[in-house]
């Protein structure tokens, strides 16, 4: 007993012995093996701080452990960290590493990893690490007493692991955070099973910077029969959870040298529309916070066959939802009676033999039930074939938009289909695409802070028949405008599909028209009040743009037309749309107490808007033509001490201003003004006339059928010579006003010598030195200048004349006056425009020489900041300066496209 005792004692003394003595013997050993043939297999980075030899954890065996351990590249991805954890332990095998001098690894347990997967768009990924045996380094050495590390690995666990992938090639970045994983199997065999568990607490997946997968979880529990000799790996038992999804998968993978042969089945048994729902992309997640869902769903799918780079597998996809409810806190009821028959095909996995089949899909909104089928085949060139009937309140799903100060109602009843391919569509084969049906509208009202004033419509009804919708009616309203139309519309498909020209012919009414109600804020308003501090107190506004890719033909009535403090009355006639361009036709209309006939355009094309009109007035009132009419207050300020009635027949052509009013600097205009009988009543004007030229009789001017011939250019009105009696003397005036109100006018008063009075001749012997001038008539020569509200008036000479010709004589020489007038002012104009285009040219030189710095300066900061941010994100090192200043220059490129784009606008603008 005794002596059992003591061998039981020796054996304890001798285990103790060698569990403490073991690892202090074989630590540095070991740890040189390791850093060697790390540094012979691989081309990065080993490091690590504290290395541990014990035979605790897996006893037998040894566990070799490091703290704070990490692979670190070299290459492209010199600095950047693949892999680090917290610790990492290794089982390793006491037999094998004492009798046969190997390190053999049984199992693995890495704490708190973090793996960063890159791969560049050139193809290059950090992982790629493994050194051909050909290139050993020169400089490793063997152990002194031999020694390998092979790998029988029973086991593997990750505990709190976090995993990012980002491919730059494809745009696709996967990130894995809270891993835990085990998996075990006798990887010493060929042919075993490997049993894994695990879960992954948050899954992130974005495609080209949209997140479609996010806060995601997954568990699953699966055992893989693993055939390593022939790389075929299938699926025995398994169960997968991603989120509340629960998922089934049967089949095989098989990797051989030209290909992958597979064979899945799959299918969610249980599932329901809510868990279906949960794995909506986390871009919408907001959008779905509070919804409550049931129902019965379906889902399952196979997929089969090779891929390579030349064949793809065929698959199938099936999708039904039955008794379907969904509640959301935005919708005032609940979509009921939900149901869903969707099909996906593809007999050899490649868009052109890939089918989708939605046979059914129905839904019911309170009493509105709506229903819709659609087959779509060859997604290479799909064809398709659409079918919907039903009705949709929009006010019920307006709360889905979440846009404040939203109002959208109406009520739509659509009975619709349409087939075709889009080979047709984009060779606009329109014909060939057979679109039928009706849709109606209803109690419609859109309103919105974006909009100056809502949209509503009362009842619309439009029928499709191919390319062409016939518009039976059409009642409504925009703003203040209520409206009537009916009339057809022609290639409806080329302009939503390819923004090609709409056509139509249409019978319009409106009870009225407010021009200011559609100026909009003008472009680029919105973008200088984000880059100033301090948004401007009135925003300027712009003209009403015509889109070119409209042509109508309107037969137009509209009752009133306020355009600035202007009323038109009763507009009828035929309006031309056309390439942004509105023409009118004989369009009548009443106002200013007459009747006006219009022919011209507006066309907003150019830059700046341009207008081209031929007028034809009667009977207009002079005094509310003034009162209404800007132009005539600042080309013809007279008209305010003229009363009584005109007509003209003016042409006039120019441009506009942002707010829609002539830029008169641009006006040029000719025709002919007509006075029936008129008053005239300025006192001051004829004091100051009789003081020049001494005549007592020169008030009470006689406007009965007068004529005046006028032009309008260089911004002035040009008067030619017209005949007026002013008292008892013919008079003559020709001249201009501009539109700063200066005047510069020419009055010849005929004196007849009989009644040339003591204080005439006096200023006339004073003017010219002779007593006594020959002749029956004395031409008096004035000339008027200054401003019209404070004109001054002086006398410019004398002339006799016989009586019979001084009238011709007069006109002749004043016209001649004018005309030279006008040339005058039309070249210095011509010249003024230069020079404010020299220098409006040198200040956008000077302004886009600054703002490239600023541009350079901005891109370079913006790149620093992002390509550290992109490094960040995937762990990369500071100090890796190749991959940093790779990212540095793609970022900057991107803000360089985008800034430039920018720029363009901003210069065609």
């Known amino acids: 007993m005794k002596k059992a005792f003591k061998i039981f004692l020796g054996i304890i003394l001798f285990l103790i012995v060698s569990i403490v003595l073991i690892p202090i013997l074989f630590k540095n050993k070991i740890k040189e093996i390791v850093i060697q043939e790390f540094a012979k297999q691989t081309t990065s980075t080993l490091y690590f701080d504290g290395f541990k030899v014990s035979l605790f954890g897996n006893f037998p065996d040894l566990t070799v452990s490091l703290g704070d351990f990490g692979i670190v590249g070299t290459g492209v991805f010199e600095g950047d960290t693949l892999v680090s954890a917290k610790s990492f332990a290794a089982g390793v095998g006491l037999r094998e590493y004492l009798f046969d001098d190997q390190i053999v690894v049984k199992n693995i347990d890495l704490n708190s990893p973090n793996i960063t997967i890159l791969t560049l768009e050139d193809g290059l990924a950090n992982y790629d690490i493994m050194r051909p045996s050909e290139e050993v380094p020169e400089a490793i050495e063997e152990p002194a007493e031999g020694g390998s590390v092979n790998f029988g690995i029973q086991s593997i666990n990750i505990t709190n692991g976090n ?16 891993l835990d994983l085990s998996g075990t199997g006798n990887f010493e065999d060929d042919i075993f099973d490997l049993v894994t568990k695990g879960r992954i607490g948050d899954i992130e997946v974005a495609y080209d910077g949209t997140y479609y997968l996010s806060r995601k979880s997954l568990d699953l529990e699966a055992i893989i029969s693993m055939d390593l000799p022939n790389s075929k790996y299938t699926f025995k038992e398994n169960s997968f959870k991603l989120n509340s999804l629960p998922l089934e998968i049967d089949g095989y993978l098989q990797l051989l040298d030209d290909r992958m042969d597979m064979d899945f089945k799959f299918g969610s048994p249980g599932v329901t529309i809510k868990s279906l729902i949960s794995l909506i992309p986390g871009v919408y997640a907001s959008s779905l916070e509070g919804l409550q869902a049931n129902g019965n769903v379906t889902f399952d799918g196979a997929i089969s066959g090779a891929y390579s780079d030349t064949e793809m597998p065929s698959f199938n996809l099936g999708l039904a939802v039955a008794n379907g409810n969904i509640q959301h806190p935005q919708l005032p009821k609940p979509i009921q009676n939900a149901a869903m028959n969707l099909q996906v095909q593809s007999e050899k996995g ?26 779509l085949k060859n997604l290479d060139n799909p064809e398709w074939d659409f079918k919907t009937n039903g009705q949709i309140n929009l006010e019920e799903f307006v709360g889905l938009l979440e846009q404040e100060g939203l109002v959208l109602k109406g009520q739509i009843v659509a009975d619709l289909s349409s087939k075709g391919k889009m080979s047709d569509l984009e060779a606009e084969r329109y014909q060939a695409l057979p679109t039928q049906g009706t849709l109606s509208l209803k109690g419609f009202e859109y309103a919105s802070p974006d909009l100056p004033h809502a949209v509503t419509i009362a009842s619309t009804q439009a029928s499709f028949n191919n390319n062409e919708v016939v518009l039976s009616e059409y009642k409504g309203s925009l703003g203040s405008t209520n409206l009537d139309v009916t009339g057809k519309l022609q290639n409806m498909l080329g302009f939503a599909f390819n923004n090609e020209v709409l056509t139509g012919q249409l019978t319009a009414h409106a009870d009225q028209l407010i021009v200011s109600e559609w100026m909009t804020e003008e472009e680029g ?73 219009l022919n011209g355009s507006y066309d907003t094309k150019p830059e700046q808007p341009e207008f081209d009109m031929n007028i034809s007035a009667k009977q207009m009132s002079i005094a509310q033509s003034f009162e209404s009419v800007d ?46 009988k ?64 200066s005047v510069d006018y020419e009055f010849r008063v005929i004196v007849p010598a009989g009644e040339v009075g003591a204080q005439v001749n006096s200023l006339i012997s004073s003017f010219t030195g002779s007593d006594v001038l020959s002749g029956k008539n004395v031409v008096m ?34 016209e001649a006056k004018v005309e030279e007038k006008k040339q005058e002012l039309e070249k210095e104009l011509e010249k003024k425009k230069q020079e404010a285009k020299d220098s409006l040219n040198n200040v956008i030189e000077a302004k886009k020489d600054s703002l490239q710095n600023q541009l350079d300066s901005l891109v370079n900061k913006k790149a620093d900041t992002l390509s550290t941010v992109i490094a960040e994100k995937l762990g990369i090192k500071k100090d890796s300066a190749k991959v940093l200043e790779e990212a540095k220059d793609k970022a900057k490129n991107a803000l360089e496209n985008l800034l430039k784009k920018k720029k363009k606008k901003n210069d065609n603008n």
């Not at 009535?557 to 009323?567: A, F, H, M």
């Not at 020049?692 to 009789?697: F, G």
């Not at 005046?708 to 001249?735: C, H, N, V, W």
């Open 631 to 676: 132009m005539v207050q600042k080309l013809a300020p007279i008209a305010e001490q003229v009363s009584g009635m005109f007509g003209m027949g003016f042409s006039i052509s120019g441009g506009l201003t942002a707010d829609m009013m002539p830029d008169y600097t641009t006006l040029n205009g000719s025709g002919l003004i007509e006075l029936a």
């Open 350 to 375: 490649t868009m052109d033999k890939t089918y989708i089949d939605l046979s059914k899909l129905h839904l019911e909104v309170g009493n509105n039930p709506f229903d819709a089928t659609l087959a």
């Open 678 to 741: 008129a008053g005239f009543d300025n006192p001051e004007l004829f004091s100051k006339l009789s003081t020049v030229t001494k005549l007592q009789k020169l008030d009470n001017p006689v406007l009965d059928k007068l004529k005046m011939q006028a032009e309008i250019s260089a911004g002035r009105l040009f008067i030619k010579p017209f005949d007026i009696k002013l008292g008892d003397y013919m008079t003559t005036i020709a001249g201009s006003t501009g539109i700063d109100g």
């Open 781 to 814: 020569n004035l000339g008027m200048t200054g401003q019209f509200n404070d004109p001054q008036f002086k006398l410019k000479g004398v002339e006799t004349e016989d009586g019979k010709s001084v009238g011709g004589a007069v006109k002749a020489s004043l």
């Open 525 to 597: 308003a919105e973008e200088a009040e984000a880059e100033s501090e301090e948004a401007p107190a009135d925003e300027p506004t712009e003209v009403v743009r015509i889109p070119e890719n409209i042509n109508f033909k309107l037969r137009s009535t509209i009752d009133k037309v306020v355009y600035n403090k202007l009323n038109l009355n009763s507009l009828q006639g035929n309006i031309d749309v056309a390439e942004g361009k509105i023409s009118l036709v004989n369009s009548g209309l009443k106002t200013l107490g007459g009747d006006l006939v």
């Open 163 to 178: 995993f990012i992938y980002y491919d730059q090639s494809i745009g696709v970045l996967t990130e894995l955070a809270q």
